[in-house]
């Protein structure tokens, strides 16, 4: 394993549930923007419309396990409310995807981009950066 992946292993292996949810928002994020960045270069060039076309299933599965994993038990109307948006900002991948609308893709970006930060204030709220020190000197 590189550096890099024992770090991202050690990285998710230790990380509190809400982080896990961050780290996925960040891989989605990072998924459209690779996925817009194939656009601009042409998606006349077949590796531009592969690479499009991966990171955008990449950022729908991630949105599926997202919405997979809400418990509507505990979660009631923000688990619906997120069940909602997730279920659009699907759908708008698919639209785009077919489209190559970097618009629409840019919107998605920045919606997700709204959705990490909240939960990062939600991480924040639970898990106090003292809480986090002290477990990590045990």
């Given at each position: 394993m590189s550096p890099a992946e024992v770090y991202l292993q050690?990285?998710?292996?230790n990380a509190n549930?809400?982080?896990l949810v961050i780290l996925l928002y960040d891989k989605a994020i990072l998924c459209i923007e690779e996925a817009m960045d194939a656009i601009q270069r042409g998606v006349d060039k077949i590796e531009n419309l592969k690479t499009k076309a991966e990171n955008l299933t990449r950022a729908v599965d991630i949105l599926i396990v997202l919405?997979?994993?809400l418990d509507t038990e505990k979660g009631k109307d923000i688990s619906k409310n997120l069940d909602e948006i997730y279920e659009v900002l699907i759908d708008e991948i698919v639209r785009a995807n077919?489209?190559?609308?970097l618009e629409t893709?840019?919107?998605v970006k920045e919606i997700l981009e709204d959705l990490r930060s909240a939960w990062e204030e939600a991480e924040k709220k639970?898990?106090?950066k003292e809480e986090v020190a002290k477990r990590s000197d045990e």
């Open positions: 050690n990285l998710v292996e549930p809400i982080r919405r997979s994993s077919m489209k190559n609308d893709l840019s919107k639970v898990y106090p």
